[in-house]
């Protein structure tokens, strides 16, 4: 009998952490003040929509680039962190056209929700950067939640994960090395698309 009270126990503690830890990751970049949208089950840019109802689209989705521009994708597979059950990873990198999109995915496998928050547009622009190997940093001229969610809350259920990007008005050479800093989030160092 005490055996079973002790399991009982120790699924209480380990739920509560749980709890704990997932409002603490969650409001990494939530803002409670901000209404909420609902990610749904699988909120990956084949199943995300924007605010008409239209699609979001992916790097994949893209439109082409023009005419005459090399389009080079690179897969990088950098997490960038990692708390308990949830996840960010910096999954993949297109250059086109002098510009670099990098795609992330907020995974989050715990029992309990991740509200992830996207400032005004204004302040989303100004929430990330690149620093290159010269020493500029460069900001982004759009991002998924500018695009998408400006202002919003955006929930990963548990179990599912989000994809999303930022495009930078710059196109490093594949072997120069770059530092990443998005939103709040630790910053990444020596990032090489090659």
Known sequence: ??????????????????AI???????????????????GSDQS????????GTPARDADDASPPPAGTDRQTYRLDRQIYQQSSFRLTLTGAETSAGTLRLTF??????L?????????????????ALTLADGRTVRPTDTW?????????????????????GVFPVSPSPTEPFSLSWYDFPVIEDVRLG
């Open 1 to 18: 009998m005490e055996r079973r009270y002790g399991v009982l126990t120790a699924v209480v503690v380990a739920t509560a952490s749980l």
């Open 112 to 128: 309990l929700p991740w509200p992830l928050s996207c400032p005004s547009r204004e302040d989303d622009l100004n929430s990330s």
């Open 145 to 165: 939640c500018a695009a998408e969610r400006a202002g919003e809350t955006v929930t990963v259920a548990p179990g599912q994960s989000t994809d999303t990007w």
């Open 21 to 39: 830890i997932g409002s603490l990751a969650g409001y990494y970049l939530a803002d409670p003040r901000s209404p909420s949208v609902e990610a």
């Open 45 to 52: 840019p084949e199943n995300a929509t924007d605010r008409s």
């Open 105 to 110: 995915r907020y995974r989050n496998d715990s």
